[in-house]
């Protein structure tokens, strides 16, 4: 097997690794919108990043970090945080991202950054989605009861003295951190796919929360191998061949426990 | 509304969250002082007082939209009050029955685990909790699968487990039938004798609530009369308020029965009947 296709499956796995638990959440939560906002608030980074001239990754983290910030102070006025208001801060940050590329002085591939482009990571790319994944790995680990209490009922969760209000930022940065790092695996179209299918096929054989967190993770890494496989064999699109593993493994999972 | 009028007082100066010392009263678990609470220009709590000690009994009763949840929201701290203080005693533990809990049908939890959830809890103290609430059968149930009733004592064991100073509890008789709504009163009533803790619970119905009750607050955005459950309940104020429906609980209430239900709805016979 060549180089890239190691990277490849090393960089899609550490992102499908930490997906798992942390789309638990997302499905939980009911934020998958918050997923597509923060991913196409990525693009504006991309955006920024050239037109700025500073490092790539970390104009991306930076903006995804922004808009959850942005999110969590809307989420605290109630009546704002509407689904039509997430709609048009996900899509127009999404279309001023695309229309700030035209500006930018080198020509970009826009294709590889809605879609992905996983079989072209650098080794550099690499160091950067494994720290963020381990970064936002270490922070779900050490937050977990507390995420999984403030989940069930908040004000319960508050009652008994946790801080809400920070770990729902907490959990918003982790996002925005994942999210980030995976625009290279499936790009910022599929991002939130990636965080909801294979929570959403371990859910069929979990009696835990933590049993779907890991089963989530196992579905997400099967479905980049697939994906790489796939992409490797018939030469399609990585990206969007990860997905349609992960939503293929997703129609099994429901065959079988509609079976049993 | 024929009610009497409230001292209008103003705490706005006042930092509204303060602790208690311990020599003012030491069995004082929580005071709250001219609590008024809005939402932007509409008002739903105002000049509202209210203590509760130790060993005590406090239920606030009122109409649908009279602020009884926003009332003990306030006296737990999830919500600032726009005037007023709120004394809490130093270190208070609160255990905390929501009025009901929307669990996710996408998130696998059973109730031995939401018992669990953000704290350690020995395998006896848990079997000890749902035996109590006398919801041994349902340690292994999924959370979303329970009843109403199922959940309520559920989510009472999850305050007992906090080993509370104070009760709060939100309507806890829900989705409970008659008999079983009782039954729950008597059992609030064990659990504040054993634990020696402050209850505060909120209830729309006064005579379900009577026996188990030292205190009552008659509540419809402010105050209306408080007392006794035996004095409120012949109150002026509380009678305009309740009339009509007090009258058709009474009839209930008249009804023979030669058993009651337990928690779990099963039949017990009365001790006297069947001497």
Known sequence: ?260 | MSCPANPVLDYNKLKSSLLLTPRARPDVLLDLRGIAYAVGARSILQGVFLQIARGQIVTVIGPNGAGKTTLIKVAMGLLEPNEGQVLRAPDLRIGYMPQRLHVERTMPISVARFLRLGRTVTKEKLTAALARVGADALRDARLQDLSGGELQRVLLAHALLQAPHLLVLDEPAQGVDLKGQAELYRLIMRIRDEQQCGVLMVSHDLHLVMAATDEVICLNQHVCCHGHPEKVSHDPAYLELFGQRDAEMMAFYTHYHRHHHGLAGEVIPHRETDK
């Open chain 1, 1 to 260: 097997m060549d180089d890239f296709v190691i990277r490849a499956l090393a960089a899609g796995i550490l992102v499908a690794l930490v997906a798992g638990p942390l789309g638990c959440f997302i499905v939980w939560r009911r934020m998958a919108y918050f997923g597509d906002t923060l991913a196409h608030s990525a693009l504006l980074g991309i955006a920024f990043g050239l037109l700025l001239d500073i490092n790539m990754q970390l104009a991306v983290v930076f903006a995804c970090c922004a808009l959850a910030v942005l999110l969590v102070l809307m989420e605290r006025n109630k009546s704002l945080a509407s689904d039509t208001l997430l709609g048009i801060l996900a899509h127009s940050s999404l279309a001023l991202g695309l229309v700030m590329l035209s500006f930018t002085p080198v020509q970009v591939d826009l294709l590889s950054y809605l879609f992905g482009d996983l079989l072209t990571v650098s080794t550099r790319e690499l160091w950067w989605i494994g720290g963020g994944a381990l970064l936002a790995m270490v922070a779900l680990y050490m937050t977990w009861n507390r995420l999984l209490a403030i989940t069930l009922h908040e004000e319960l969760a508050r009652v008994e003295g946790l801080d809400v209000a920070r770990l729902r930022l907490l959990l918003m940065l982790v996002m925005a951190v994942v999210v980030a790092v995976s625009m290279k695996i499936v790009g910022v179209l599929l991002i939130t796919s990636l965080m909801i299918i294979p929570p959403a096929t371990a859910r069929h054989f979990a009696r835990s929360p933590e049993q779907m967190a890991v089963g989530a993770s196992l579905a997400g890494m099967l479905a980049v191998c697939g994906g790489v496989a796939v992409s490797w064999i018939w030469d399609t699109p990585t990206g969007p061949s990860i997905v349609v593993s992960a939503a293929l493994l997703f129609v099994i999972s429901a065959l079988l426990k509609a079976r049993s």
